[in-house]
């Protein structure tokens, strides 16, 4: 558990840097939590309890610089602060440490199993989300989750995250254009959670089975000799 001292000064978000200046490998370090985020902006919809965060910097310690994981999930804290949104994560201002973090392994070696393995586990972050797609003999998605303050590999695919109320996974799908494997949310049954654009194209066919059904009963009523639109 983190503790801070407020009775000494702490900076806000808004006057500590909100960004490392580190540019991303590849387009991959944005999309794969850009499609995980606009999932949950649809399932969550309802609730402001919630933040899931791309690129932001985790500040621990005002002296120190943040940590960045290519995207992290925390339950429990104001979705929205105000139109400006958060520059960054200070954590003796939210004091809720982050439930999930994300590391997406590039070409360029980030040090995601070894020195942030240790970073997050000393900050208590309870799920470490691992996906390296170059990834051959191992899987290429490892979920590891803080038991007595050591992450322990959790077996499966999709993995299933009691304490978030989803699982996470990898599967072969079409996103951005794009097709080939990428991380999704999935239900405790293991069904995976349509996209925005699945979902709109369900909608669409529901829409056309509903026309085609009220098609049909118009055309029995007429057989019946009764005038469905005469039929309030």
Request: charged share 30%; hydrophobic share 35%; glycine share 6%.
């Amino acid at each position: 558990m983190l503790e801070y001292n407020l009775s000494k000064y702490l900076p806000s978000a808004d006057e500590l840097p909100d960004s490392d200046e580190t540019p991303v490998d590849n387009e991959l370090q944005e999309l794969i939590p850009g499609l995980l985020k606009s999932i949950l902006l649809i399932l969550w919809a309802e609730r402001m309890d919630w933040l899931f965060a791309i690129d932001m910097g985790i500040y621990l310690d005002p002296d120190e610089p943040p940590i960045v994981p290519d995207a992290f999930l925390s339950l429990g804290v104001e979705r929205v602060y105000d139109e400006e949104l958060r520059p960054s994560y200070v954590l003796w201002d939210e004091n809720v440490v982050p439930i999930l973090t994300l590391e997406i392994v590039s070409q360029n070696y980030r040090k995601e199993y070894t020195k942030k393995l240790e970073d997050y586990a000393q900050m208590g972050v309870l799920y470490y989300v691992i996906y390296s797609s170059r990834r051959r003999r191992k899987p290429r998605l490892e979920v590891h989750k803080l038991i007595n303050g050591k992450y322990q590999l959790q077996p499966g695919n999709p993995v299933w995250l009691p304490e978030i109320g989803l699982g996470i996974g990898c599967e072969r799908g079409n996103y951005s254009g794009v097709s080939r494997e990428w991380l999704y949310w999935y239900n405790e049954a293991g069904k995976r959670y349509p996209t925005p654009k699945e979902q709109i194209q369900q909608e669409a066919q529901r829409a056309e089975q509903e026309a085609e059904r009220a098609r049909l009963l118009a055309e029995k009523l007429r057989e019946l000799g009764v005038d469905p639109d005469a039929i309030a």
